[in-house]
């Protein structure tokens, strides 16, 4: 697995850093139906989670990418804001947040790819994955028993990456295991949050999963009113894994840390973290829950 990077310098950060305002694409928020495609080839590679277990991952260049969004710009970086949000990556900390998951909610690595029937604490419960681009941590969900949603800004990444990784990596269970319901929604967070409550689509979710989506201020803005739209309360949980600090981007953990503070209607606390001494920074897994009295805003 390649190491973590924004792939662009600081004119092109100080460029980006400029344009984050609301996104360019306007589209209204979408169910993405799974339609086979003939004749596209998938390739994958494993991904270690963790001793005894390997995910699935489908393997898309960045001259794919730019083939596929008809834009070579996409070829030479790893977001182009407006119109692609580096879906086609996995990201280091989609591993921490799968990591994370593992340990929370008892699932035993070893077990998840051999048992006819899995027993975790994520069975019968309903998940959501925002910004899920290769979706790993919502796939888990998903083999430990979990009905998942996808979501991703570009309906390009879900139908020629996540629903493939899921299938994928479903079919590797045994035969007798339960397969959970599963469905994939593209869409700026500004829409997805109305459109999975005004549709008939349930609406709130127990448990909420996000990583490496809080690189920029206002990323963090959208994202954390799409939670406050679709966390189930009062038990509901968000994890949002990241980094400390995307240097000339000015997001991370600890700037996001400080927006759910301010905001007032959940608690935030670190519960997993890893020092990445060759970057000189820190990735964390933090959760996002209601207090013990709930928010009038909820009310």
Request: proline residues 6%; glycine residues 10%; charged residues 25%.
């Amino acid at each position: 697995m390649a190491a973590f990077r924004f792939n662009f310098g600081k004119e092109e950060a100080d460029s980006i850093q400029g344009e984050q305002g609301p996104p360019e694409n306007t589209e209204p928020a979408a169910e993405i139906v799974h339609r086979p495609q003939p004749g596209i080839a998938f390739f994958t590679e494993k991904a270690s989670i963790a001793e005894g277990l390997a995910l699935v991952k489908g393997i898309i260049s960045s001259d794919e990418a730019a083939t596929i969004f008809s834009d070579q710009r996409i070829a030479a970086s790893d977001l182009l804001p407006g119109k692609y949000e580096g879906g086609f990556k996995l990201w280091e900390c989609s591993l921490d947040l799968c990591k994370t998951l593992l340990s929370r909610y008892s699932v035993a690595p070893d077990r998840v790819l051999t048992d006819s029937e899995l027993t975790t604490d994520l069975k019968g419960t309903k998940v959501l994955e925002l910004g899920c681009g290769h979706g790993l941590p919502g796939i888990l969900a998903l083999m430990s028993g979990a009905e998942v949603h996808f979501q991703d800004y570009n309906h390009e990444v879900l139908r020629r990456l996540t629903i493939p990784n899921v299938i994928a990596n479903m079919e590797r269970l045994p035969r007798s295991r339960p397969r959970p319901a599963t469905r994939y929604f593209s869409g700026d967070w500004r829409l997805v949050g109305e459109h999975l409550t005004s549709r008939g689509y349930g609406g709130h979710y127990d448990l909420i999963l996000s990583s490496e989506t809080i690189y920029s201020v206002p990323a963090q803005e959208r994202l954390l009113e799409c939670i406050k739209q679709l966390l189930q309360p009062p038990h509901g949980v968000a994890l949002i894994a990241a980094k400390r600090y995307y240097f000339g981007v000015g997001g991370g953990t600890k700037s996001f840390r400080n927006l759910v503070e301010e905001d007032g209607i959940f608690e935030v606390s670190v519960v997993a973290q890893v020092d990445d001494t060759a970057s000189g920074n820190v990735r964390e897994v933090l959760m996002l829950k209601f207090p013990a009295s709930i928010h009038p805003y909820f009310l």
